[in-house]
């Protein structure tokens, strides 16, 4: 039986937001192991001169614990 646990993480991203969600994954993997899958729980954007600037997400990591 495999154990699961799920972390939270904000990240950002001047791109888009499947880059930002690619960054928390990265950024995550330098600390956590074994990484199964990603949620992107919620989106949202900061508008700078009528434009979208900064893509933001909230993304749940699972990975499996040994």
Request: net charge positive; glycine share 2%.
């Amino acid at each position: 039986m495999a154990v699961l646990k799920v972390i939270e993480i904000l990240a950002n991203s001047d791109k888009s937001w499947e880059d930002a969600a690619a960054k928390a994954v990265a950024h995550a993997s330098k600390s956590v192991k074994n990484i199964k899958s990603v949620y992107m729980h919620e989106q949202s954007a900061t508008v700078k001169d009528g434009k979208l600037d900064q893509y933001r997400v909230n993304v749940k990591i699972t990975f499996e614990v040994n």
